[in-house]
């Protein structure tokens, strides 16, 4: 924590050296390079929060699923699961740590599937049955966000397909008429179904006019607070499936060439894209940036990885992959992150504990908040860290 002194120190320092520097101002830039942490082996990553907590399912030696978390510098935890469940899988997380996804008394949840979230405490996490809508015997849930809204489908034979759009809630499921099934739900109360949006607090649904042409329809696979979706949109020929992403206020864009089964697979704020063709190929669309692979970003000084697959992005840039060291050939579950030379505690973030860093290190030689590598820490190194501010 930054004290009084620091506060006062950093004010002498700004007016004697004359650095003008903004919190607010953030670099969209694309990140030079990425770290890898590995997860681990026999995960699946479905999403991740902004503060880098990775949830998925876990496949034991048995190959029965299991939802799991994995926070920013902490273990993989496996998620309660009372009887008479026997798998489970974990598909979104809120900013809060409310996650969402399905149990089932089969061995992996996405076969005869209920709803079901599981709620942070001081002791763990509680587990919590979502009932289905009345009549209906299966269900999931796919998106959740900070206000306790719990997205998802319902009905159907529990075999992933579920025909009726629900919001959840503990006590009872309610239906979202005129809608398809949800697949996320953001910070504005907005869900997201194809190219179609409801608001919750209206109950009013707007559909988004697709692009020009000859098109089946848009799946939709992620959405951002800000309104950005990002899936595929469906053709006609054997080249059937085609990235997309859609911004407000800009439109559509394609994010990749058309396969029989490729897609967007996460979308952020910013509009940054995740896509792959399954079982062949990756990348990320940064935007207003060519289509880069994720193991082309990742710095030399990580060695050498081979990367299979990505999926989440959040607002950080950071990515959830699959890949492998090279020379090696088992996969595993990663998070592939940017690295900032001014994030001196190796956190994600350019903080005010980067901050203390820097001021308790001013006037020295080199080290790691010399950012600028000019041989001392100086004002141009606090200018560099202010514009990193996150």
Known sequence: MVSVRMIVRLAAILASAGVAASLATTSIA?????????????LNGFDMSE??????????????????VAPR????????????????????????????????????????????????SAKGYSFVLLPPIAGDTHSAAFGVNSLGDIVGGSGGLGLGSYPRA?????????????????????????VVSGNQLLDLDTMTVTTIPLPPGNWQGFVAVDFSNAGNICGYILG?????????????????????????????????????????????????SFIG????????????????W??????????????????????????????LRPYRAADLDDDGAVNALDLAILLGAWGEFGGIADI????????QDLAALLAEWS
Do not use: H
């Not at 979104?92 to 599981?118: F, K």
């Not at 919001?167 to 953001?186: E, H, S, W």
């Open 30 to 42: 694309v990140p030079p390079n990425y770290r890898v942490d590995v997860i681990g082996a026999g």
């Open 51 to 68: 503060a880098g907590t990775i949830v998925g399912r876990s496949l034991d030696a048995q190959q029965i699923g299991r939802a799991f």
């Open 73 to 120: 510098g902490g273990p993989v935890e496996i998620l309660p699961l009372p009887a008479p469940w026997i798998s489970s899988d974990a598909y979104a997380i809120a900013p809060t740590g409310v996650i969402v996804g399905a149990v089932s008394s089969s061995t992996i949840a996405s076969v005869g599937s209920r709803a079901a979230a599981w709620y942070p």
């Open 166 to 190: 629900a919001r959840f809630t503990p006590k009872g499921a309610t239906l979202l008429g005129g809608i398809g099934t949800p697949v996320d739900v953001n910070e504005d109360r907005i």
């Open 236 to 284: 006609f020929s054997g080249c059937s499936t085609f990235p997309m992403r859609y911004l407000p206020g800009v439109g559509w864009q394609s994010v990749g060439g058309c396969a029989t089964t490729t897609s967007a697979n996460s979308i952020n704020d910013l509009g940054d894209v995740t896509a792959s063709v399954q079982s062949t190929s990756s990348w990320v």
């Open 289 to 304: 940036e060519d289509p880069v692979s994720p193991g082309a970003l990742i710095a030399p000084s990580e060695g050498s």
């Open 306 to 335: 081979l990367i299979v697959g990505v999926g989440a992005i959040n607002n950080r840039r950071e990515m959830l992959a699959i890949g492998r060291p090279s020379g090696q050939t088992t996969n595993q579950l990663l998070r």
């Open 372 to 379: 600028d590598l000019d041989g001392i820490v100086g004002a």
